[in-house]
């Protein structure tokens, strides 16, 4: 299974990104997706999440301003950044929660990260 990110980039404050992440492999289903930032220095964390069935949840310093959506028909979550902060400053990774085949047990996967960049 792999998890491939892609959206990111350099953009003033003010301005918008949209993030894509793709799940491909031998995957039978997606629980949960998710995306989760970290910034120099800083531990790894929650941005948003949203489960098979539309279900979202998000950090509180994102709340209003970014939107996460999936296709499940694609495999594919997204995340809409809009009113970016030179705080939002970080590398953003996927994360999907999938069974590879009916028997077998749920596992997070993640993806490689991509890098969002906020200048003020």
């Known amino acids: 299974v792999q998890l491939q990110a892609s959206g990111g980039g350099l953009v003033q404050a003010g301005g918008s990104l949209r993030l894509s992440c793709a799940a491909s492999?031998?995957?039978?289903?997606?629980?949960?997706m998710g995306w989760y930032r970290q910034a120099p220095g800083k531990q790894r964390e929650l941005v948003a999440t949203?489960?098979?069935?539309?279900?979202?949840n998000s950090a509180d310093s994102v709340k209003g301003r970014f939107t996460i959506s999936r296709d499940n028909a694609k495999n594919t979550v997204y995340l809409q950044m809009n009113s970016l902060k030179p705080e939002d400053t970080a590398v953003y990774y996927c994360?999907?929660?999938?069974?590879?085949?009916?028997?077998?047990?749920?596992?997070?996967?993640w993806g490689q990260g991509t890098q969002v960049t906020v200048s003020s």
């Open positions: 492999g031998t995957i039978f289903s997606i629980n949960a």
């Open positions: 949203i489960t098979r069935y539309g279900s979202t």
């Open positions: 994360k999907a929660n999938l069974k590879r085949s009916p028997l077998s047990y749920e596992y997070d996967y």
